[in-house]
């Protein structure tokens, strides 16, 4: 099996493990009983979601350094490694961007993810409510960031 189809497999694999722990988090971090404890749950979401994004990315990265440094990788697969490197670090720094304008506009917390293949943007906002003013302001921020249209916007309120 050749070293990219490798890479491809093991992040998906890990894509997959984030997505699993985060369903794992939202089913059994949902709130029990007071209002105190939804608010925690919904913060411990955003901290958590953060944290495996960033570890992730890491692993990514540092599988990423390997194959660069191997000297048992051919220049194509050197080449691609490099270029998805570049591609993963152009799209953290998107998504933090994104994260900081969005929460200047008002909203108490927000996580931003960019597809690696796709043109689509998820965008989960801590709101208690998501008006259309406050969704016009999310696809406008999103637009002037040329970022994507907002047909592959999608925007997930959490209270």
Known sequence: MSKKKKIIILSCMIALLAVTAI???VI?????????TFVS??????????AERYNTRNEELLQLDAIIASANS???DVSDAIALKQQLTLITEREMLLENLIKAYGFEDVVVVIGI?????????????????????IYTI??????????????????
């Open 28 to 36: 059994t971090g949902e709130p029990k009983g007071t209002e105190d």
């Open 23 to 25: 369903f794992n988090f």
């Open 41 to 50: 749950s919904s913060a411990n979401y955003f901290t958590q979601y953060r």
């Open 117 to 137: 293949d796709s043109q689509n943007v998820n965008v989960i906002a801590k709101t208690p409510e998501l008006t259309p003013d406050d969704a016009i302001k």
């Open 142 to 159: 999103i637009q002037e960031e040329n970022l994507g249209s907002p047909e592959n916007v999608k925007i997930i309120p959490i209270s």
């Open 74 to 76: 051919s220049n194509v």
